[in-house]
Structures are given as C-alpha cells and as structure tokens.
C-alpha cells in the first residue's frame, strides 16, 4: 500500500502536531477595530476608495485593484473608517492600512450578492470577477488568484490541480475546510476546471486526512472528471512543483511555472471561496486560520474577519501562556515570525503559532560532518551543505553556479541537520545578495548599452559633421545619446534609462 | 494574556528540527560498539578493555590539548561532540590484542591529532583518523601491529598480557604465544578456516574485528537507527562477495569463497564502523556506491595479489582520499534542469 501512494522524491517528516485537527471550525465573535493594509498580496497594491469617516457595509469594496497584478479589498464588517495612516504589516514593515472601527448596532452578516453563473461570459469576465472579489492564494504565498486563472495564448492546461496537502506542521485549517466544506471543494474545483478548459480536476491530500479524503469522494460523486488522489505524508508536499511530481511524475523545469507541463496548482481554501464568489456573490471577507502552538491556551480552528489584530485572535483562544516567546504566521516551518501582535490577519494567514522557548532554543552548532542528510532532505536536489559551506565564506558567486537561485527555502535542510547548522537561513541571506548583484549587473548593463548608443551617436554625429569643432560634436552627442538610449527598446535599456535619471 | 509583545523574539523559520543531533549520533555509533567491545574482552581478556581504554585516553588527550578554545580559553570544548572518545573506541578494536599500551595511545594521539585536528577537526578531515593512527602505528611498529593471540574464552577472561605493561621503545612487549589469524593463513599457508568460527568470532585477529555475526547485527541495528548511509557497507560486502567469488571459481584451492572473503579479517569491522564514517565518504547516493565498490574490489586486490595479508584498512584510506572526486562527479541533477 505504502508503495502505491504517490509522493516526491527527498523531503523530510517533521513531527505533526494536527492536534486541532479534530476542532471543528468556529465563528471568532467581532472585535473593535480592524486594519487592512492595501497590500497583502504578491503585485501591485490595491487603490484606496474611502475616505475617513465614510460609513461602510460588510462586504463593501474599499480598495480596487491596483494593476493587473493586484486585487480589490473589502471591508469585513459593517462600520466606519478610522483612519488611513500606515500601520504595521505582519512582515515588520509600516504600510499604508485602512482601519475601520465596527459598528456595534450593525447585523454583521455574510454579505450576499447575486449568484452569477461562473460559465457565463468570457474568460475575461470572470478573471475580473475573481479580482473585484478579492481572492488570492490561502495557502500561504497570497498570489492573486486570477492572474493564474487566465491562460496566456498558446498555452494548454490539461490538468488542474487542487493542492489539500496542508503539509506544514500544526496548521489544520485546510483540512477543516475540506471536511465541512467538501461540497464547495468540488464546485470550486470544477468550476475552475472548465473555465481553464482541464479534463481533468486532481484533489491532492496527505494520507493523514483520510477523512477529508472520503468527504470529498462523497462530494465528487458523479463527476468522474473530479479525482481525490491520497499522498504520503512528506514536507514540502503542497510545494507546487513538488505537488505536481507526487501527482503526475513529472519535473516542472526550474524557473518556470506548472503551466509548463500543462498544469494548474491551487489551494483548497482558494478553490471553495471560488465557489462561494460566484454561487453566493460573497467577496474575500473573513478566512479559516488554525490557532496552535505550545504556547496557546486554547488551540482552535477559526473564522476570522481579514483585518483581525492578532492579539484579539490570540486573546479569543484563552492568551498565550506566560512563557510564549516566538509567535509565528503561517507554518512553523516556512511561516512569517511577528515581532508585535498588533498586526491584522491578512489574507494569506492560514495559522497563528505561538511557541515557547524550549521549543525555540536551537542546540549549540556543531562543525558540518558532510552525513548528507540535508542532500536526501532537499526537495531541489541542491547540495545544502555545500551551500552553506559557501555562505558562510561568502562565496556567492559559486553559489549562483551551484543554483542557489532554485532554492525555494522551504528548510528542510535545516530541519534535517544534526549539527544545526542554519543552512536555509544562511542561503536566505545569500540569495538577497545573489538577487543584488543580478540587479546590478542589470544596471550596469543598461548603463553600457547606453554608453555604447551614445557613443555610436557621437561617431555618427562626428562623422556628418565633418570639420565642425569639438563643442559641436560634443553638444550634439549629448542630446542624441539620450535617444539612442530610448531607441534600444528592451527592458535593460529602459532600466539604464530610469538610472540615468 | 501575558505577553505583550515586548518579550517576543524574533528567529528565522523553521522553528522545529529534527531529533537527532551530532554529539547524539556520535553517542550512538558508539553505544553501538559497546556488543563488539564485550565481545573483545570475553575472547581476549580484560586486557582488551585496557587497550581501547589507552587509544581513547590518546585521542581525548590529543583533542584537548589541540583541538578548538571555547570562548574563554578553555580546552576541551569539542570533546563534547562525542567525536574523539568514538575515534578512540574504533581506533582501539581494530589493534591486536597483544600490542603494548603505549602504542594503542600513541595511536589515539596521532589519529585525532594527525587524522583530524590539522584538517580542521570535526567534518574537515579526508582521510578516517582511526584508520590513520592505526596506518601509522602499523608503520611504526610492524610487527606489535601484526602479533596475533589465540582467542580464549571464560579461563583467560581476567588475565592480563604482561605485555600490554611494557615500557615504551625499551622491550619489546610481545611476549605471549602467538598465532596467525584467518587471511594470513589463507594467504601464506593456503589454508582456510571454517566459516563458523569466523562467525562466532573464536579466532586469532584484532580485538573488534573476529566475530563476523555479531558485527552484522550491529551493522543491521546501525542502518535501522540510519545512523549511516547502507549503501556503503551493503555495497562493499556485494563486491567483496561478488568478486572473491568469482576468484573462487576460478581457483578453487587458491582463493577462498565469499563466505570465507566476508568474514574473515577486518571486513565486516571496516564496512560497518569505518567506511561509514560521514565526514570521510560521499554525500550523494551514487557517490556512496562508488566508494562503497572501491573499497570492495581494493580489498580483493590486496588481500588475494598484494603483498598484506589484509587490505581493509588500505581500502579504505584510499577511498577517503577519492571522495572529494567522487562527490565532484556525482552531485544529483537539480530538480528541473
């Protein structure tokens, strides 16, 4: 049996923790005050609509999308604006939020619009209707989720994906979702099937949920288009790439998205708000997240309003204990350490955590003894150790040969090591400088482009003017050079130019 | 709710890691010893004890004289990892019974101060520093390192060899009567010992290394707990059978078979406890049968057409010294390139 679940190759098994696994989803009771900040997504932050004062509905759209990569914004409860000012974002960073005090007389209830037919109407349509209700990815990444749904020209989907791995440590909250939402799984899942035009719909869940496994059976009776397909319980699974080998077998190149081999990943969560957009007209106002940790009093499964402070979840599920020192957003793995709890859920927070320090103490580190255990953890095939020997002498550059670049710091590697070494997060830090010198190289690149048309220019203009003094020729190489910049048209050309300025 | 927020720390993901730490890995290889060692002492008396005891006391000496400061000056800061007290015990079982106990601690001495501080220490050494103070002690002194023992059993348990006492470069030590083990006499008298006793382990040879059977089962507890990677001893015991075979086939009288091949000498010692030495041998899996088949087929070479008796040791240094290579030419192709 074991031999007959799918998985992917490497990866490693931390200690479950699905203790709330068996918590069924509660309501979180409205709070004061709630902060959304206009980017809680991957793009292009949303457009502010409301002004101070302004009184406004649950479900109401406070923001639109900023650009095509972004999404609208809406408001989770029924009251007034408090104020614009930036205000601090999970990440650490002060970003401009609305805040919006509740209106304590208000009936708060899920907003519901019109149901609109998710097949009628153009592909264009109904991308524009996914991004003015807000949805992005609930797994964690929050990537809008349109941007996905909409195939470029020539690109064919065969099979889509739906990811109910929830291969993170502690987090419930998926696997929730598809046993007392398993109905909207499936719409959601078919929905977005036919729109991209897959034969196929793929329901991917780790061997540790078979419940959710037998409910979404149940609730793709009939569809025979609709499969749920059981997986070996292994970190990083819900990893895209990794999730499309468990699935089909097959390697999405590096640097390239699943669309490559046919492909289309997403979310369990995402796929039933899918549903709930078109069947019941309700935007992305509220979302499943899983309360844990040793440090919380009383774990929970809840629904909680976007904009939530964190200490009113936290607060909700009975405080943290007196000995909670690291509180996390997201997995224990890969998951978005706080440095306040006075930061709102956002859209892609699928768990709080709080741990305590035994939990975070990390043993003394001890010299690498090349066991290799991170090389059988790596999902990438990279070699970690060799990686974090580099680091640590600050060889970048042999870590770009060695394609640090494809590492997707999921920490298996750090996970693995016996001598804790801090291999990902050494390679984290590499990566940004790896990141800074493609940039510069890039700028310096534009800027030789540059230098080069004007210096083209300079000989031409040298050239018709013949026996025309220097001034001349210099005058008239300055004011061509900027042109021959414009007139190289690639993005290297454009950046040269931005920096030029 | 007692936190404020102000007593938050902030560390970077992943906040779990897995249970099994270095110094925990090193603790149990050498829990994992600890049947062989009984072993040693029960053929070999409790001078056995002794000799492991005088290696370990060289190699933890040598570490902390030489090795690594802590942050105020103190010595002794890597013993800790449990590296040097495992260098010791392995370095230790691989000595003939015989040998004085001055040199079982010169050769601790030399393996932890020659075979891995010098590269580094912990993780930086090339070659297995057991491997390299037992290699400079059979250089040294040829024929302590090549002075064999009858086994005994429950009547010579609580006797000491008078040897073991002698005064460094002053007497010669071996003075106990002695015998050839398994591979010499297959090598020079063409004679060889039946399996059985190369399994129980009631042969002449060096203190860990005689009982075949009970270092299977220590090799099959080892891969259980995945303390090493199993393709290394699973490939050098394929190869050595393999091809001891094959010899076998051809000549019969001249080449033992692989039951013999396998169990005789310090093979099954060497794949189980020093070729899986992770700091010492190749990371990736293919590199791990490579290096595994190396060792396999040197070992064939030297005991059958070479000049040794046993070659394990030789092997297994020279793979070391290919392993950089090996890693260079088999990293795993990245995952969608």
């Not at chain 1, 190759?9 to 005050?33: C, N, Q, S, Y």
């Not at chain 1, 999405?252 to 007209?281: H, Q, W, Y």
């Not at chain 1, 956002?346 to 066991?371: D, N, V």
Request: proline content about 7%; some cysteine.
């Amino acid at each position: 049996m074991k031999l007959l679940t799918r998985t992917f190759p490497h990866g490693v098994h931390p200690e479950e923790h699905k203790d709330t696994a068996p918590l069924p989803i509660e309501r979180m009771p409205f709070t004061d005050r709630y902060v959304l900040p206009l980017a809680q997504h991957i793009g292009a932050p949303s457009k502010l609509i409301v002004k101070v004062g302004q009184h406004v509905q649950r479900g109401e759209k406070i923001a639109e999308p900023g650009g095509y990569v972004s999404v609208a914004l809406h408001s989770p409860v029924t009251g007034t604006v408090r104020s614009l000012d930036p205000k601090r974002h999970p990440n650490g960073s002060l970003v401009p939020a609305i805040e919006i005090e509740i209106d304590r007389y208000a009936g708060q209830e899920t907003p519901r619009g019109t149901p609109v037919d998710p097949f009628d109407g153009t592909i264009d349509d109904f991308v524009a209707r996914i991004q003015n209700m807000g949805l992005v990815g609930l797994g964690g990444a929050a990537f809008p989720a349109h941007v996905k749904y909409r195939i470029p020209d020539g690109a064919v989907v065969k099979e889509l994906i739906v990811n109910g791995c929830e291969c993170e440590p502690y987090l419930t909250c998926d696997h929730r979702v598809m046993l007392e939402n398993a109905a909207d799984v499936v719409r959601g899942s078919v929905i977005l099937r036919d729109r991209i035009g897959a034969h196929l719909a793929t329901i991917g869940v780790e061997r540790n949920k078979l419940d959710a496994v037998a409910a979404l059976q149940e609730a793709a009776k009939g569809d025979d288009r609709v499969r749920v397909v059981p997986l070996e319980v292994k970190y990083p699974q819900g990893a895209e790439k990794m999730l499309v080998k468990a699935v089909l077998g097959v390697e999405v190149p590096a640097g390239k998205l699943p669309l490559e081999v046919g492909v289309l990943v997403n979310n369990v969560s995402t796929v039933a708000c899918l549903a709930d957009i078109f069947d019941r007209g309700t935007p992305l106002v509220e979302r499943v997240v899983t309360v844990a940790g040793p440090a919380v009093r009383r774990p929970s499964n809840l629904i909680v309003p976007i904009g939530t402070p964190v200490r009113a979840v936290l607060e909700y599920c009975g405080g943290l204990t007196g000995d909670a020192r690291e509180i996390v957003m997201g997995g224990p793995m890969m998951g978005q350490p706080l440095g306040s709890i006075d930061v709102p859920v956002i859209k892609g927070t699928s768990g709080l955590l709080a741990f305590t320090e035994s939990k975070l103490a990390r043993p003394a580190e001890y010299h690498c003894l090349k066991c290799g255990r991170c090389v059988e953890a790596c999902p990438v095939f990279l070699n970690p150790s060799r990686l974090a020997r580099l680091a640590k002498v600050g060889k970048y550059e042999d870590m770009e040969n060695f394609q640090v670049m494809d590492c997707m710091e999921c920490g298996s590697c750090s996970y693995a090591c016996p001598s804790n070494i801090p291999i990902v997060q050494l390679i984290r830090v590499s990566k940004s400088w790896v990141r800074e010198r493609q940039r510069d190289a890039k700028i310096a690149e534009a800027k030789e482009a540059a230098e080069a048309a004007k210096q083209a220019a300079q000989n031409d203009g040298a050239g018709s003017a013949g026996a025309g003094g220097a001034a001349g020729s210099g005058g008239s190489a300055g004011t061509s050079g900027s042109t021959g910049a414009a007139g190289t048209g690639g993005p290297g050309a454009k950046d040269g130019k931005e920096t030029n300025r | 709710m007692t936190t404020t927020g102000s007593d938050l720390v902030l560390q970077s993901p992943p906040f779990d890691s897995a249970r099994l730490t270095t110094p925990k890995l090193m603790q149990e290889v050498t829990l994992a010893t600890v049947p062989v060692l009984l072993a040693a002492v029960w053929f070999f008396g409790l001078t056995a004890l002794l000799i492991v005891g005088a290696a370990c006391a060289g190699a933890m000496g040598s570490e902390w004289l030489f090795g690594p400061r802590d942050a105020v000056g103190r010595r002794g800061r890597s013993l800790g990892d449990g590296t040097a007290l495992l260098t010791g015990v392995l370095l230790g079982l691989t000595l003939p019974p015989t040998i004085p106990l001055w040199m079982a601690f010169v050769g601790g001495v030399v393996g932890i101060g020659i075979g891995k501080l010098v590269w580094g220490g912990l993780g930086g050494n090339i070659f297995n520093p057991a491997l390299v103070g037992r290699a400079f002690l059979q250089a040294a002194f040829p024929t302590a390192l090549t002075t064999w023992r009858a086994s005994g059993g429950a009547d010579t348990l609580l006797q000491f060899d008078k040897g073991a006492f002698a005064i460094p470069f002053a007497t010669s030590g071996v003075d106990a009567v002695t015998t050839a083990t398994a591979l010499s006499r297959m090598k020079f008298d063409a004679e060889f010992l039946p399996w059985l006793d190369l399994l129980r382990g009631n042969v002449a040879g060096s203190l860990g290394e005689t009982s075949a059977g009970l270092l299977i089962l220590c090799g099959i507890w080892m891969g259980v707990r995945r303390l090493y990677d199993w393709r290394v001893p699973v490939t050098i015991l394929v190869t050595v059978a393999v091809l001891g075979q094959v010899f076998h086939f051809v000549s019969p009288e001249k080449y033992p078979d692989a039951l013999f091949m396998l169990f005789s000498g310090g093979l099954l010692y060497g794949a189980v406890f020093m070729a899986t030495d992770p700091a010492t041998s190749p990371t990736a899996p293919r590199g791990a049968l490579i290096f595994g088949a190396g060792i396999g087929v040197l070992v064939v070479l030297i005991r059958l057409f070479g000049g040794l008796p046993e070659g394990v040791m030789y092997a297994i240094l020279l793979m070391n010294a290919t392993t950089p290579l090996i890693e260079r030419v088999t990293q795993p192709r990245i995952f969608g390139r």
